[in-house]
């Protein structure tokens, strides 16, 4: 059964970190490119950062460039997003997403097929 899980959400103050994962089951990560996506109450779903299959290529939103980094270990079938300097404007639910092998139009949502379940940040002090 095709999965992706993430997890490490939770409260933080703000200035604080958190490393979020996102586990992919039911089949092999190395010829995936991942995303993260967020949506904030009320608002719609953003991109937030993707990585290309092999992780030689990474793209982020610019709110979150220079605080967010996104990585991957296809060995754990495993991708993850440190996030740095949280501000309460990051609270959001954080969603992994599956796309093909390139970040390509990576904020288009309609370049992803599969979402995970998602995990709460709340930046709060």
């Known amino acids: 059964q095709l999965q992706l899980v993430e997890s490490g959400g939770g409260l933080v103050q703000p200035g604080g970190s958190l490393r979020l994962s996102c586990a992919a089951s039911?089949?092999?990560?190395?010829?995936?490119?991942i995303g993260w996506f967020r949506q904030a109450p009320g608002k719609e779903r953003e991109g937030v950062s993707c990585?290309?299959?092999?992780?030689?290529?990474?793209n982020y939103a610019d709110s979150v460039k220079g605080r967010f980094t996104i990585s991957r270990d296809n060995a754990k079938n495993t991708v993850y997003l440190q996030m740095n300097s949280l501000k309460p404007e990051d609270t959001a639910v954080y969603y992994c997403?599956?796309?093909?092998?390139?970040?390509?139009?990576?904020?288009?949502?309609?370049?992803?097929?599969?979402w995970g379940q998602g995990t709460q940040v709340t930046v709060s002090s």
């Open positions: 039911g089949f092999t990560l190395d010829y995936y490119g």
């Open positions: 997403v599956r796309r093909t092998m390139t970040c390509e139009r990576w904020a288009d949502l309609y370049e992803y097929d599969y």
């Open positions: 990585i290309s299959s092999s992780g030689g290529s990474t």
